[in-house]
Nanobody, 114 residues
């Protein structure tokens, strides 16, 4: 079964940007499966952030619309989440997900410093 590994998290100051990556263990994974990012803030439920469909359609949660961009590479095995104008509200563990396969990565931590 395909595996996902997230990376790129860290500590950011207000207004800074960060790029998260999600690497799939198999080539072309994201050509055949929608990929989504979720995040889980401390003490809260995991929440959907963005989805990139196989047809290259992108959708975003209202809280990140206009600041975040989801994308994938030309090989279909790495997905990205570009995050701009970050704040403490964006703090959480970010997870990559293949909804059709029920596959999750281990998560990467993003912490917005006040």
């Amino acid at each position: 079964q395909v595996q996902l590994v997230e990376s790129g998290g860290g500590l950011v100051q207000p207004g800074e940007s960060l790029r998260l990556s999600c690497a799939a263990s198999s080539r072309n994974t994201f050509f055949f499966n929608d990929v989504a990012w979720y995040r889980q803030a401390p003490g809260k439920e995991r929440a959907w952030v963005a989805t990139h469909s196989v047809n290259r359609e992108r959708s975003y949660a209202d809280s990140v619309k206009g600041r975040f961009r989801i994308d994938r590479d030309d090989h279909g095995n790495t997905a990205y989440l570009d995050m701009n104008n970050l704040s403490t509200e964006d703090t959480g563990t970010y997870y990559c997900n293949l909804s059709q396969l029920g596959v999750w990565g281990q998560g990467t931590q993003v912490t917005g410093s006040s």
